[in-house]
Each structure stands twice: as structure tokens, then as C-alpha cells.
């Protein structure tokens, strides 16, 4: 029903395409759409022009209810808890930025975060409303994300990443596993599962693919390098894990007792990315300064 945008003026909303039902205003119908959200939440985004059509046009709280229609909202969260750890910036044009971010730091705005994401300080950062990411990457993964800086080259740069022509390489903190030869490829079919935000795989062609090997054995803990073929979510975390070997600090693969965000140091690094650019021409290729602990200390 919701999803994120991409949309440079609507870059920081959340977008609803609004279903086929007999409400009668537009207040009425998101009321009913977020049971969650107080219908005097939903005045105040009204009042002050924080609901707004696909063109940037602002809606009134006693619009007509038109189904069909794209409605994107800002979120604000009160007494939002800061995030720790610092960004570092690590190339900076005109058009593209590659930031190192720390474990635990959103990327954009979701759920109980809206300035407390990388996508918030960047723009603070920079004084460039326009950034927008380029890919995702999970909350609690450290490591590499691109953002596109000018809405005049960003189509060339996310063509990159949905035809496939981003080498990423990530690595990771797991159990060992002994009965594997390695190097190895985990081919699965995924699709969400339940609750929502997980993923699990089922039977059925595959639509992931992931190359694995050992970068370095440890006692307790391994390290892992993982270089994904295809980018669905959560593909290295359901992929590991399906071999019997979640990734070291995974609160959601395989199931188990719900860990505290404190708690939770998810063993990830998206650590390396390269690329022609679509601009230039030239070969990119970055590296995170970010490291994971020595599996030989786990």
C-alpha cells in the first residue's frame, strides 16, 4: 500500500496509492488507511501543507477520496532517540556521494526514524536538499551507501544498479561451516514472509543469488565474503542463515526472542563497491574505512 519515493521534491514522504474504497474525504480515508496515526496527527500534517499529490501539489483535508491517487505524507516522530556513530564522507561531485555509515543508522526516513538517518545528515551536512540514496541497505549494516546528488543525472545512476553493473561485496561474522566447500553459490527463491519485514525462502525458480567464500577461520566465528548477484532484501542475512549460519548479531534470522536495539550489533559490512560511471566513463571503486571485530576473538 505504501512505499518509498524517489521523487527529488518528495525525496523526505512517504507515498500511499490510495485503494478502491466508499470514503468520503481524503482525512477520512488515511484515518482509516493508518489506524495507528490520531486523526488530530493527521489535521496537523494537513495544516501545515505536509500532504501532498504526485505533483507536489498540496492536498486539503476535505478532499474528495479518489482512489487511485498517489498521496505522499511526512512523518514526524516525537522524542526521537539519537543515533550513535559518525558518517564519513568518502567522494563528493556534483553528482554522486559515497558515505561510510555505522551500524544502526538508518538510511531514510522509516518507522520510528526520520532525522535521526543518513539521508538527514548528509543534506544538513552538504546543504543539498537533493540527495537522494541509490540503493538500500539495511539499518543495522555498516558500510557503504551511494547517494545521487542532482536530479538531472540520477536516472543514469540508478540504471546501474537495475541492470546489475554494480560489483558490491560485502563481509560478515558467522558460525563456521565445516561441511561446505568453499567457494559456494546460494541460489534460493525469497518472498516476504510474516511477520512482513522478514523474508524467507520458498520453492520455485530462484530469484537470488549469492557467491560465497571464507575470508578468514576462526575458532568461534568465521569471516565471510559475500558478493550478492541480485539486491533483494535481506538476501545475505535469509542466505546465511538457510546454510546454518546466521549472521553473528541477526535479530531476525532464524526467529528468535525479539533483541533490543542496544543489543543488537549486526556482523555485516558492505565493503567494497565498483562501477563504471555512467558519466565518465571511468572505473569507480570504493572501499569502506568501517572493519568488523577478528572472528578469532569471537
Known sequence: MS???RNPALALSSEVHLPDRPWTTLHEGL???????????????????RVRAA??????????????LRVHYWREVPDEAPVGGEVEVLFA??????????AGLPVAPTGRWVEQTLLRRLQRALGNPDLVPLHR?????????????????????????R????????????APLPEHAFPLTRLSRLVPGEPFFRMQEVAGPANTETRIDVLERGDGAWRYLLSP???????????MAALGAPILGDPLYPVRRFVADAEVRLALLAQAVSFADPLSARRRAFTSRLSLPDPRDR
Open 55 to 68: 505533483d507536489n501539489r498540496i492536498l486539503a483535508a476535505d478532499a474528495p477520496y479518489q482512489p487511485g
Open 229 to 239: 548477484v541480485t539486491g533483494r532484501k535481506h538476501q545475505l542475512r535469509v542466505h
Open 31 to 49: 484515518c482509516a488507511l493508518f489506524p495507528h496515526v490520531s486523526a488530530s496527527a493527521w489535521d496537523e500534517r494537513f495544516a501545515r501543507g
Open 3 to 5: 512505499r518509498r519515493v
Open 163 to 174: 541492470e546489475r553493473r554494480v560489483t558490491k561485496t560485502y563481509h560478515a561474522l558467522a
Open 93 to 102: 561531485d556534483d553528482d554522486l556521494i559515497v558515505a561510510d555509515k555505522p
Open 137 to 161: 541497505l539495511d539499518r543495522h549494516t555498516a558500510g557503504l551507501v551511494l547517494l545521487s546528488a542532482r536530479p538531472a543525472s540520477r536516472d543514469a545512476y540508478y540504471a546501474l544498479f
